[in-house]
């Protein structure tokens, strides 16, 4: 009888962290941008070794990832608004297939044996300026699937655990690939990888929106937008945390090469393996955020889960051993990803829903917009004081963030009172923005 019992609480426990799951156009989303990740790393993965092993420059991989990744730093502002004005469906529908040309562009190029960094850096720039659209849409697409605002957080949850699965079985393909048949065949799996998501996104049915305003001018919606977002104090505090870390912090992985190669004398398998170990932490920290009953403590979280990055970084950055360095990078990626989704989930919790779009891509702004500095940060003090002191300093930096966050948590209280009254139907939410505040 007690076996029946515990048989039952497991599966309501399953059921539990994968509600959104019951929704069958978050399904399809799941299932196809999930396949469609695991491309996207195995080339992530490609590129970086490429780069490296073209160039042997950790200033080099840092104007790559900058190329790759400005883009969504100079446009989010703007894509946002359409995010707001335009149908989601259809934008993640062009942007999901020209992410696939640029794909395919790729390994044609590696295969005919003209391939240079250049290219790389060409193509890598379209990508980003395709993921500032993309990106913006998507997130704010998920309240078109689940629905029901008080899922958004297990949604949210879910979609970071399909990426951060994938991180755990890319890199690892990516390295046995890169050994046996070289790049070319990671930006072909990746380019057909697309496919699957093309799909999905066609299979769904999306119920008929209520039309969003296009009367009003754009530039004064970016207005409104950017007033809405950095004039309340958790919105904004948030986003400040979440570029510094992205600045000081997240450029971590341009710098993988270098440790994979020069520190720890391994090859595209042991790149493979550091970078599948952030993954498995990172699949850890979405595991416990599914499973939350509700959405509690996620304000005091915040700062908790950026100290542990913090403290994993500058640990690996001092490691010499592969085992240890693994550990270390699974401390990083558990911390990262809970500080990454516990902001998102209470921005979007928030958010009023006509501006999500907007807000979004201010969240996107500051957490792969900045980006692109920190790489080039990287890479130029990489050069000088050497990878491991660069890593070790963004890691004190972070940790100094996550300290001046922590200052201003019970400050923010008195701003977020008036929120509460609005978001009372949804017990959840009243939750989630609470807890900023606490």
């Known amino acids: 009888m007690s076996g029946k019992l515990n048989s039952d609480k497991e599966i309501s426990t399953l059921n539990h962290i994968f509600r959104a ?17 695991v491309g996207t790393w195995i080339q992530q993965i490609a590129m970086s070794w490429l780069v490296y092993r073209l160039t042997g420059s950790a200033f080099i991989l840092g104007v790559v990832s900058f190329s790759s990744q400005i883009p969504t730093f100079l446009f989010s502002p703007f894509t946002g ?6 149908n989601r469906h259809r934008m993640l529908l062009v942007t999901q297939t020209l992410s696939m040309v640029q794909a395919l562009t790729l390994a044609f190029l590696i295969w005919q044996g003209t391939i240079a960094v250049w290219h790389i850096i060409i ?46 079985i890319g890199p690892v393909i990516a390295g046995v690939l890169i050994t046996l048949t070289g790049e070319g065949a990671c930006f072909l799996i990746n380019g057909l990888s697309f496919l699957a998501v093309i799909a999905c996104l066609w299979a769904m049915e999306i119920k008929k ?16 937008g950017i007033r809405y977002t950095f004039g309340f104090a958790p919105i904004r505090s948030v986003l400040a945390l979440v570029a510094m870390i992205s600045l000081m912090g997240a450029s971590y992985v341009v710098l993988m090469p270098v440790f994979a190669k020069n520190i720890l004398y391994g090859g595209p398998k042991t790149l493979g393996f550091l970078m599948a170990a952030v993954g498995v932490g990172a699949l850890i920290a979405t595991i416990y955020l599914a499973s939350r009953r509700k959405i509690l403590k996620l304000g005091p979280i915040i700062p908790v889960a950026a100290s542990i990055f913090a403290f994993g970084l500058i640990a690996f950055s001092f490691s010499r051993v592969l085992w240890l360095s693994l550990f270390l990078l699974t401390i990083t990626g558990f911390g990262f990803m809970v500080h990454m989704a516990a902001s998102n989930t209470i921005i979007q919790t928030i958010v009023e829903d006509d501006k999500r779009g907007r807000v979004m891509s201010f969240y996107m702004m500051a957490f792969m917009g900045v980006a692109p500095m920190g790489s080039l940060l990287a890479g130029f003090l990489a050069n000088i004081i050497g990878a491991p002191n660069a890593l070790a300093l963004g890691g004190v930096a972070c940790f100094l963030a996550a300290l001046a966050f922590a200052s201003q948590v019970h400050a923010l209280q008195r701003v977020t009172g ?14 989630a923005v609470d807890t900023v505040a606490e």
């Open 21 to 37: 799951l019951h929704y069958r156009n978050f399904r399809l989303f799941f299932f196809g941008q999930g396949v469609s990740l």
């Open 418 to 431: 008036p929120i509460y009254e609005k978001l009372s139907a949804v017990p959840e939410a009243v939750t």
């Open 209 to 224: 929106q209520e039309a969003r305003s296009k009367n009003a001018h754009a530039w004064r919606e970016l207005q409104e």
């Open 123 to 168: 193509l890598g720039f379209m990508l980003g300026c395709i993921n500032s659209v993309d990106i913006p849409a998507r997130q704010s697409f998920l309240i078109d699937m689940v629905e029901q605002k008080e899922l958004l957080g297990n949604a949210i949850a879910l979609n970071s655990f399909m990426f951060n699965g994938a991180r755990l």
């Open 81 to 86: 608004v359409l995010a707001d004005r335009w």
